[in-house]
């Protein structure tokens, strides 16, 4: 079975919790999956990945229990080719925004008679030709969610959720912003609702819904919101917050917390 899948199933009243991986460092990709994170997106839409360097990465988290997601740079048919072949088992598919277009996502990740996808024989995905049943097993194995990001995406919920082989929807707060004429302020009113929204309509769709937030507050809301698996940030964006929080306190304007870091120095 699909491990994402799996780790749906295993959820229960605590949704997963994972992180972007943006810095497209395998060591950083490891030491996310050690840190605890049920999930990593390994990012080949904004982050400077290519394919070899996707391989690299889920070559670094295979020995943790984080479960990669790799989210392709577009809903194109020959890149998902080639990342499902690099080892990939779930895809994130950016800005679907009708049901003709999470019907393509689904037939790029599937072989004919079902899809669109090339076979090849000698792939990472196939152990180098050593799992014998891979072409008629690798069908069942992969799974593909679904960004939906604007407006229209979220108007077109119903048709996409319906299209067999669209595991879960993904929220993408930044660019649903965008869409409503709200650009960068994610913790809007009028944002925040339309979150909320889709995910009451997830849940009434039966089909599991995610997101991802930069702040433990917002990321609270979403999961009270009936969100199913939720994102905490990035890499980077975890260094950059802890970097600054530390930069801030021994500049003195934080005492209360240069005390808290001696403290944690004392006791390491």
């Not at 295979?62 to 779930?90: C, F, Q, S």
Request: glycine share 8%; proline share 6%; with cysteine.
């Amino acid at each position: 079975m699909n491990p994402f899948r799996q780790l749906l199933l295993r959820a229960g009243s605590q949704p997963p919790l994972g992180t972007w991986l943006m810095s497209a460092s395998p060591l950083l990709a490891e030491a996310a999956g050690h840190a605890g994170f049920d999930f990593g997106v390994v990012d080949m839409e904004h982050a400077p990945l290519d394919l070899a360097e996707v391989v690299h990465l889920l070559q670094a988290v295979a020995g943790t229990r984080m479960v990669p997601l790799v989210r392709v740079p577009w809903n194109e048919p020959v890149t998902i080719k080639r990342v499902l072949d690099a080892g990939a088992t779930t895809l994130l598919v950016p800005f679907v925004e009708s049901a003709a277009q999470a019907a393509a996502a689904v037939a790029a990740t599937r072989y004919p008679p079902r899809g669109v996808r090339g076979m090849a024989g000698m792939t990472r995905a196939s152990r180098f030709g050593m799992q014998a049943d891979y072409l008629v097993s690798a069908d069942r194995r992969v799974a593909v969610v679904v960004q939906v990001e604007t407006t229209a995406a979220v108007a077109a919920l119903p048709a996409i959720t319906a299209i067999d082989g669209v595991d879960a929807v993904f929220v993408g707060p930044a660019d649903l912003s965008a869409s409503m004429g709200l650009t960068g302020q994610l913790r809007h009113p009028r944002v925040m609702e339309a979150m909320s929204e889709v995910a009451r309509r997830c849940r009434a769709l039966g089909k599991p819904v995610g997101t991802v937030g930069s702040e433990l507050e917002v990321i609270a809301q979403y999961r009270a919101a009936g969100f199913d698996f939720l994102a905490i940030d990035s890499d980077l964006g975890l260094f950059m917050q802890a970097a600054q929080r530390a930069i801030a306190a021994l500049h003195g304007r934080d005492t209360e917390h240069v005390h808290d870091l001696a403290r944690g120095t004392r006791e390491a």
